[in-house]
């Protein structure tokens, strides 16, 4: 980090220290404003993303950003011609404690929550945020989710979760069913309880279909350069041992542990291609066969999930306005 300042994470509410000028070079926010990082850099990137309140989105380097927070806490009355009524307010009704005050799940997903960890293995953090009334309300609404690069970390709005959920988005689904969870709420906890209303037929559409597209990929890649992306290799294996396994189980089991040698000679590039494209093709053919077995209904609980929703919302509000003063 340049000149010793401390990494930002995402949540963070900051003040910006450089204007920011659109297309035509039009000024779209000055130096000043208030905003929140919704985005970190990873590897050699520098920039973050930041939101503001009124839903423009541009990067800044460490440098060019000081965290609200902190700004506030140097204007004193008289400091600089400053008065207390000219500081920036609170941006998008994050609370002063930031993000994690906001979470109500949080879990290890990856190679740790599957089985497959190794020595080199980072640890993922995945989970769900529940945004404030006044954030929720404003006109431009919440942050979907927040990207911490270099925390490993993403967080999606419930809203956005339970959307994604009810598609059968695969990570969505195994982050419901992480065996390793850090932190539940009383809310997170109800949506634990709901996860099995998220189960439907679609988890053929999804798990399958996104494995054979990328298989496909893999083989495009091998004829054009001769080469195989072993890891993705193994995850969209695991991937369709999973499905399959969720067609006739009921639940998503995120361990694939079982298979932990096999998976992992395959990640290592140790096992021919024919070999493993013959699994494949095996694994889809299972998949078919539990999707004619399943009991799983053929779409998910919309209905529950929207009651769920509706209430967290109702609750969110009801206690904010409980506590003002």
């Known amino acids: 980090m340049e000149r010793g300042i401390a990494e930002l994470f995402a949540g963070t509410q900051v003040v910006t220290l ?67 009524s000219q500081q920036p307010a609170p941006a998008f009704g994050m609370p002063d404690s930031g993000l994690d005050s906001l979470i109500i799940y949080r879990c290890i997903v990856g190679s740790r929550a599957y089985g497959l960890d190794t020595a080199a293995s980072d640890t993922d953090i995945r989970g769900v945020y529940l945004a404030p009334a006044e954030l929720q309300w404003s ?6 989710q927040f990207e911490d690069n270099a925390a490993q970390t993403c967080f ?36 634990l309880d709901l996860r099995h209303r998220f189960l439907s037929q679609m988890i053929f559409q999804t798990f399958n279909g996104y494995a054979l597209s990328q298989f ?9 350069h001769g080469e195989v992306r072993w890891k993705h290799a193994m995850h969209l294996l ?20 079982a298979h932990r040698d096999r998976l992992l000679a ?19 053919q299972d998949f078919e066969r539990a999707l004619s077995e399943t009991k799983l209904p053929e779409r998910p ?25």
């Open 266 to 284: 395959i990640k290592r590039g140790e096992l021919a291609w024919a070999e493993v494209d013959a699994w494949r093709k095996e694994l889809h």
């Open 139 to 144: 006109l431009h609404g919440a942050p979907e």
């Open 301 to 325: 609980d919309y209905e529950a999930a929207n009651v769920f929703l509706v209430r967290a919302r109702q609750d969110m509000a009801k206690n904010r306005f409980l506590k003002a003063p």
């Open 216 to 224: 496909k990929k893999i083989e495009q890649d091998l004829r054009n």
């Open 238 to 257: 695991r991937l369709l041992l999973t499905g399959s396994a969720t067609l006739r189980e009921g639940r998503v089991p995120v361990q694939v542990e």
């Open 18 to 84: 450089a204007e920011v000028r659109g297309p035509s070079q039009s000024l779209v926010h000055p130096r000043g404003a208030v905003g929140v990082v919704t985005r970190t850099p990873a590897g050699t990137e520098r920039h973050y993303l930041v939101r503001f309140p009124d839903g423009f989105e541009a990067t800044f380097t460490r440098d060019q950003l000081e965290v609200l927070k902190h700004f506030k806490d140097r204007l004193t009355p008289g400091r600089d011609g400053v008065s207390p």
């Open 156 to 191: 999606w709005e419930l809203q956005k979760f339970l959307i994604m959920a009810l598609k059968a988005n695969p990570n969505i689904l195994e982050c419901l069913y992480s065996p390793l969870v850090e932190k539940v709420t009383p809310l997170g906890q109800e949506l």
